[in-house]
Nanobody, 121 residues
């Protein structure tokens, strides 16, 4: 079984910073793309940032220049450094990973449980 466990959410004032972490554990042969999504009530989950196995990154327009995604393949961990946070960044943030459990096993998508980020004064 594979699990994704997130940490690092919380309450921060506007302009502040937070760093989210997500560690994958279990039977893992290779992790392809890793990403962070966020969701607010009554809206669809949206992709915030993603990073490929070879560190090609992509960002949603509203977070460009403020958020940085990175990964440590040795630790099967992905990070999201969030700076200059705004109230509109408030959401539940979910970690996502495309994981192969073996050389001859097709990849499938896994999700973390979500971590709340609240930006408020």
């Amino acid at each position: 079984q594979v699990q994704l466990v997130e940490s690092g959410g919380g309450l921060v004032q506007p302009g502040g910073s937070l760093r989210l972490s997500c560690a994958a554990s279990g039977r893992i042969w290779r992790i392809n793309v890793m990403g962070w999504y966020r969701q607010v009530p009554e809206k669809e989950r949206e992709l915030v940032a993603s990073v490929s196995f070879d560190n090609v990154t992509s960002y949603e327009d509203s977070v460009k220049g403020r958020f940085t995604i990175s990964r440590d393949n040795a630790k099967n961990t992905v990070y999201l450094q969030m700076n200059s946070l705004k109230p509109e960044d408030t959401a539940v943030y979910f970690c996502n990973a495309d994981i192969r459990r073996g050389k001859y096993i097709a990849a499938r998508e896994y999700w973390g449980q979500g971590t709340q980020v609240t930006v408020s004064s």
